[in-house]
């Protein structure tokens, strides 16, 4: 049951639920073509809504590799830790998509958020969410909350739990979103410099740039 559990948490996570609502609102499987398999690139091309959907879907499947996991596969914990890391996998590397993905965020906050459930360490998940929603209302800036709370995971669960196996699988999902992202931050580094890092841009259909909540954004011309 072990490996079954990190077989069907990879399953879950390539789940491409992006693809899906985009082709659904479209018509079309091209829709998110060129761009994130996630959130953000469904709000930009389809809309706020679907985008929404998108987010509480992903996060939906990070929370479903756990609780499968532990209480349906009764799988040892290293394993319920590890479905949940590799549903942030099969998010980023979509078998389904040849290996495309997203950035892997609300589906890493959904594992954590069970896994922290499942074992009873409900503060955790309390804890980083603070830590990124108080970033971003400094700075309004959500890649950056979204990285100070990814870094600071898992000092928070190694402080909560007591637990180096527990750490080392916070350590684990931080680093497989970094491998994801790291490639798009370096493009926006060498095209635009430091500013670009910290800088999302939502551009809808109608070709014009806006804000979407707890997003900082430039506005600009085709």
Do not use: C
Not at 44 to 49: K, M, Q
Not at 52 to 61: F, R, S, T
Not at 103 to 130: D, E
Not at 131 to 156: F, K, M, Q, T
Request: no cysteine; charged share 15%; aromatic share 10%.
């Amino acid at each position: 049951m072990n490996l079954i559990a990190l077989i069907l948490g990879y399953l879950l996570g390539s789940i491409p639920t992006a693809y899906l609502i985009a082709r659904y609102y479209t018509g079309k499987a091209e829709a998110l073509e060129g761009g994130n398999i996630g959130t953000l690139n469904t709000i930009r091309r389809v809309g706020l809504g679907p985008g929404l959907a998108v987010a509480y879907l992903d996060i939906a499947k990070g929370a479903a590799a756990i609780f499968v996991a532990k209480f349906l596969l009764d799988a040892d914990v290293p394993y319920v830790l590890g479905a949940g890391i590799m549903a942030v996998v099969g998010h980023n590397w979509m078998v389904w998509l040849r290996f495309k993905g997203g950035k892997g965020m609300a589906t890493a906050l959904g594992a954590i958020v069970a896994a922290s459930l499942s074992y009873n360490f409900p503060v955790v998940p309390v804890i980083f969410i603070i830590i990124i929603l108080l970033v971003w209302w400094i700075r309004r800036n959500l890649v950056l909350a979204n990285a100070v709370g990814l870094l600071s995971l898992p000092a928070i669960v190694q402080l909560r739990t007591g637990s180096e196996m527990a750490m080392a699988a916070a350590a684990a999902v931080v680093a497989v979103i970094i491998i994801k992202y790291l490639p798009t931050a370096i493009v926006d580094y060498r095209q635009r410099g430091w500013a670009a890092l910290g800088l999302d841009e939502i551009k809808p259909k109608n070709g014009t740039y806006h804000k979407v909540p707890g997003m900082t954004t430039r506005r600009k011309k085709d």
